[in-house]
């Protein structure tokens, strides 16, 4: 009887650990996302990040269509986990965002301080495929 039951608890076991393993493996952000920004006045941001690997780095701009503006990001991950984070800074200001990478699909918050006044927002993102 015992036999039986340790052979159940043993194949749950390392499911369960292979789940586990998957849910954090590390995504690859390479490539380029639309991402919609829910702004607190209610209206919705777009922006467009491109993400591309230089060596051991990840490299990142962002495109503005409000503003007609690229801008240089820098790009942050945590290699055990399928989260990224991205800032862009300019004259004593700054807009991070911190996002969860699944597959083809990211959300997370925009953190802003601007000029010192500080707020968020939510955003989601959907990678491009490639033609």
């Known amino acids: 009887m015992i036999r039986l039951t340790i052979v159940p608890i043993t194949i749950l076991s390392l499911v369960l650990t292979a789940l586990s393993a998957m849910g954090n493996s590390n995504v690859d952000p390479v490539g380029t996302w639309n991402i ?16 591309t690997k230089q060596e051991d780095a990840l490299k990142g701009s962002l495109y503005n269509p ?58 989601s993102a959907t990678r491009k495929v490639k033609n």
């Not at 503003?67 to 991205?86: A, H, P, Q, T, Y």
């Open 66 to 123: 409000d503003r007609d503006m690229n801008l240089d990001l820098v790009v942050e991950r945590d290699g055990s986990e399928n989260k990224i984070r991205f800032t862009i800074k300019f004259d004593g200001s700054s807009v991070a965002y911190a996002g969860n990478i699944d597959g083809d699909s990211m959300s997370g918050i925009v953190y802003y301080d601007i000029n010192g006044r500080k707020f968020d927002a939510s955003f």
């Open 36 to 51: 919609e920004i829910a702004a607190p006045d209610g209206s919705t941001k777009k922006r467009v990040a491109t993400f």
